[in-house]
């Protein structure tokens, strides 16, 4: 009679489940194999974050600031000097400038205001800028403590109409993002 409750007289090896031992055997045989694909998952996850990372980096934004109106007038005259494409383009060159070759503390913390005590002529200057520009002015005004992100801006053209050496700034190719 224990034959056919069992279905014909043979009886499955434990009903279909693992013992103890071999449910052990089975999960430290895919243990491995789950950190293997947890790890190229992650490294996977990373490479897209880092990809999107750059390419936000790398793209144009448009941007206000107020800046004096001289430092408009040299980023004419620069433009017209050194065959740059527009006034956006002179200004990513300055701001690519002080964030890969220009001396922080010459340009951000010695003061050079020229308007200082007298009219200021500010004007508003919308300019395309890579979004790692921008960031660097931001992190620039925290770093340094300055009262602003225009006047961040105000600082670089400042230095580049008063201390900077032109055809250094404006001349010499540095950002990998925009090309010519």
Known sequence: ???SRSGGGQEAPNSG??????????SDNYYPVAVAVAGFAALFLSEIQA?????????????TYQ?????????EKVQKQFSIKDLDKAVRV???YAMSDGDAQTIFVKKRCNTCG???NKKTLSVSLYGAQKD????TKTKYNVKSTDKVLRCILEFAQ????????FNTTRCRMCGP
């Not at 489940?17 to 089975?26: A, I, K, L, N, S």
């Not at 800046?67 to 980023?75: D, M, S």
């Open 94 to 96: 300055a701001i690519q």
């Open 17 to 26: 489940r693992e013992t103890e031992t071999e449910q052990e055997d089975m």
């Open 162 to 169: 008063r201390d900077g050496d032109s055809s250094v700034i």
């Open 51 to 63: 990809k999107k990372a750059k390419k936000a980096a790398s793209t144009l934004m448009k941007c």
């Open 136 to 139: 660097f002015i931001e992190e």
């Open 1 to 3: 009679r224990e034959e």
């Open 118 to 120: 007298g009219k200021k």
């Open 67 to 75: 800046v004096e109106a001289g430092h408009i007038e040299h980023l």
